[in-house]
């Protein structure tokens, strides 16, 4: 056991860690989040001004909106974030833009209306 102690200590990942460590910097994982284009922006904006200016007179507005949602799902652009870290001394809560849905390989669609699911459609 001292042995395999020593061999992480000296390992240049193990005197890297170590040394982090001992700044007081600790290891922190990013969210993924999809870019957004420039258009996006005042898209939603407009969304809420709407919904906040119509909400008064038409209390089950939000309620009888059909919520529908599509994924594309494929292996292209998935990365595994529990391996990859950024040291900081604060939690610098940073994001990893991911790749915007190019060659996907299934599209996932689903609805809702009240409290009820519309399908799933693959």
């Not at 870019?35 to 507005?61: A, I, P, Q, S």
């Not at 309620?63 to 949602?69: K, L, P, Q, Y």
């Not at 940073?94 to 459609?121: A, K, P, T, Y």
Request: charge should be positive.
């Amino acid at each position: 056991q001292h042995k395999d102690d020593l061999r992480k200590l000296w390992s240049p990942k193990g005197r890297v860690w170590t040394i982090l460590n001992e700044s007081g910097a600790h290891p922190y994982r990013s969210t993924p989040e999809q870019g957004l284009l420039t258009k996006d922006t005042e898209r939603r904006y407009t969304w809420c001004k709407f919904v906040m200016n119509n909400l008064e007179d038409h209390r089950t507005l939000l309620v009888d909106i059909i919520s529908t949602d599509e994924a594309c799902l494929s292996r292209n652009g998935i990365f595994n974030r529990q391996i990859v870290h950024t040291w900081s001394l604060e939690n610098p809560r940073f994001f990893v833009e991911v790749r915007h849905q190019l060659r996907w390989s299934i599209n996932v669609w689903c609805g809702s209306f009240n409290d009820r699911l519309i399908g799933n459609v693959f």
